[in-house]
């Protein structure tokens, strides 16, 4: 049977299993029985702009509810906010109706512990068990609690916006940016009041763009995926830079003051080397995935800072920063993880730490992000019908295996499939943009012809 959990929380489109309201509640309820104690019963819910949010949550709060949980909703919010908020209020855990970057026809459920933290693959199991046995009760004495009393309550929490700021600007204390002028992409998403008042907070001066979310309009050509808009913004005004964020805030795609894009991993690198000379960077240590690109480790190399590799997704980036002892890691996809300031990934505040490293240098991030050289990459997700392992798909490890010949040490290529669709993603880097597309393109190819969808 598929499972419920992907690299990133339970995803699917909206009113199809498993993403409906039945489910929903039986996800509710199964949260309920897991997480909570005699001394601590709130769940937080928070929730992104897409349509098919407020069925969901409403249908996850009646679940946690029947089991004595209560519910308490935040409402519009970006992912960290409830991390952050979870933690504030002693909850048991925490909620994210979102689907992220996806289209607004797709939604999903991010679950945190009481801490912050997102859940560990063992833990996802055990949960995905009680979702599936709650999802098969019958509706005749559905209820564990034997008396009305023990049914928990749904309550909005007014102030978590205002909370969620408060800890940002507590958590970069010093920072001002006064003088500065930014573009923020809000996505149309959970940070289109978020960041703008977070960043005015701060003293910058602001232009804010696809910040009117109507249910379907969210990661419409906007945000962290489409950030054509985003430079164009920052040349016109003249702005020392632009951040675009994605539908649920937990990630950011950067924007220098000549309008050039910064990958992930340039952003990460400067952000090493500011926390370094800050005394910030414990063990000199930087955790990134195997899809970082070669140009990270050898910029980082070069400034006496060891990078360790992960797998794809936040979580196992995650997990090796802490058996490591790493308070610095993130993905080139935008996903930064700041382990001194947050428990999760928060990309309005990996703008602020970006923005504190041009202070601290007093340099202009085209300059900052000039430390790192970017390796030719090349990414293509092509549709799949099925997943099986790559390794064991002649066609494409025969192809696979003849590109790495050819590229030797000077480049390199990665395979694997995406956690939330049918999708398979080839990446290759090599020593050319010509020729590294080429050879991306014949491995595509290849996996269209083998297993494509038709």
Do not use: W
């Amino acid at each position: 049977m598929k499972r419920l959990f992907g690299t990133d929380g339970i995803r699917g489109v909206a009113n199809l299993h498993p993403m409906t309201p039945e489910m929903a509640v039986a996800i509710g309820r199964a949260i309920a029985a897991y997480f909570r104690t005699d001394s601590s019963r709130r769940v937080v819910i928070g929730k992104d702009t897409r349509i098919s949010c407020d069925m969901l949550e409403c249908a996850l709060a009646a679940g946690l509810s029947s089991m004595g949980a209560d519910a308490c909703l935040c409402g519009v919010i970006p992912t960290p906010g409830v991390a952050a908020i979870a933690a504030r209020l002693g909850a048991c855990a925490g909620i994210v109706v979102s689907a992220s970057h996806n289209p607004y026809a797709d939604n999903g459920i991010k679950v945190f512990d009481g801490n912050g933290f997102k859940l560990s693959e063992s833990v996802e199991q055990v949960l995905e068990e009680r979702i599936l046995k709650e999802s098969q009760r019958s509706c005749v004495g559905y209820g564990s609690p034997s008396n009305s009393s023990a049914v928990g309550r749904c309550d909005a929490i007014m102030d978590a916006l205002d909370y969620y700021g408060d800890f940002l600007v507590n958590v970069v204390p010093d920072l001002s940016l006064d003088g500065l002028r930014l573009v923020l992409d809000c996505s149309h998403g959970a940070t289109f009041q978020a960041a703008p008042d977070v960043f005015s907070r701060f003293g910058a001066e602001i232009f804010v763009l696809s910040d009117k979310p109507d249910g379907v309009n969210i990661n419409d050509g906007c945000g962290s995926q489409h950030p054509a808009a985003l430079r164009k913004a920052v040349l016109k005004h003249k702005a020392h830079a632009g951040f675009a964020f994605d539908g649920d805030g937990d990630r950011v795609i950067s924007v220098d003051e000549t309008g050039r894009v910064l990958t992930g991993d340039q952003a990460l690198a400067v952000c090493a080397v500011h926390m370094k000379q800050a005394g910030r960077l414990v063990g000199n240590r930087v955790v990134a995935t195997v899809m970082s690109n070669m140009g990270l480790k050898i910029a980082l190399k070069k400034q006496g800072i060891h990078l360790s590799l992960a797998q794809v997704g936040d979580r196992y980036v995650m997990e090796m920063m802490k058996s490591e002892g790493a308070v610095l890691g993130g993905e080139d996809s935008g996903h930064t993880l700041f382990l001194d300031r947050h428990t999760t990934g928060d990309g309005i505040l990996s703008a602020l730490q970006l923005l504190e490293a041009m202070r601290s240098a007093s340099k202009p991030i085209s300059e900052l992000a000039g430390i790192m050289s970017v390796f030719p990459q090349i990414l293509i997700n092509v549709p799949v019908s099925e997943k099986p392992d790559i390794a064991t798909v002649a066609g494409i490890q025969d192809m696979v295996e003849q590109v790495e010949t050819r590229l030797g040490d000077e480049g390199r290529v990665l395979i694997r499939y995406s956690g939330t669709q049918l999708l398979c993603r080839v990446m290759v880097e090599g020593p050319s943009q010509k020729e590294t597309r080429t050879f991306a393109e014949q491995i595509a190819e290849k996996v269209r012809v083998s297993i494509g969808k038709a």
